[in-house]
């Protein structure tokens, strides 16, 4: 059974930066897909960037130049580099993971096509 713990939410000011992790286990070898999610306060949750295991990436236009997904495969590790923070950012971040993804497939952002969740670790911008 596959667990992800996220990390690294904080409060920052307007600007700043976060790095998110989400550590993965019990994942067996194969093609994966793996994202982030993010649910605001009163708000949808929402695709924020993907990640498959050949390095695709896909990104939401409201993060796109700001934010960078990466994989450490040796650690298990997916991260969320955000940078440049809004107060819009503000929200529940979430880890999620496929690991039945085919290879080859372009990364998705929507919710449904992701099997495993994380318990979010939130992130607060201040302006």
């Known amino acids: 059974q596959v667990q992800l713990v996220e990390s690294g939410g904080d409060s920052v000011q307007a600007g700043g930066s976060l790095r998110l992790s989400c550590a993965a286990s019990?994942?067996?070898?194969?093609?994966?897909?793996m994202g982030w999610f993010r649910q605001g306060p009163g708000k949808e949750r929402e695709g924020v960037a993907s990640?498959?295991?050949?390095?695709?990436?896909n990104y939401a236009e409201s993060v796109k130049g700001r934010f960078t997904i990466s994989r450490d495969n040796a650690k298990n590790t997916l991260y969320l580099q955000m940078s440049s923070l809004i107060p819009e950012d503000t929200a529940m971040y979430y880890c999620?993971?496929?690991?039945?993804?085919?290879?080859?497939?372009?990364?998705?952002?929507?919710?449904?096509?992701?099997?495993?969740w994380g318990q979010g670790t939130q992130v607060t911008v201040s302006s």
């Open positions: 999620a993971s496929n690991r039945a993804w085919s290879a080859g497939r372009v990364p998705s952002l929507s919710q449904w096509a992701f099997l495993d």
């Open positions: 019990g994942y067996t070898s194969g093609s994966y897909l």
């Open positions: 990640i498959n295991s050949d390095g695709w990436t």
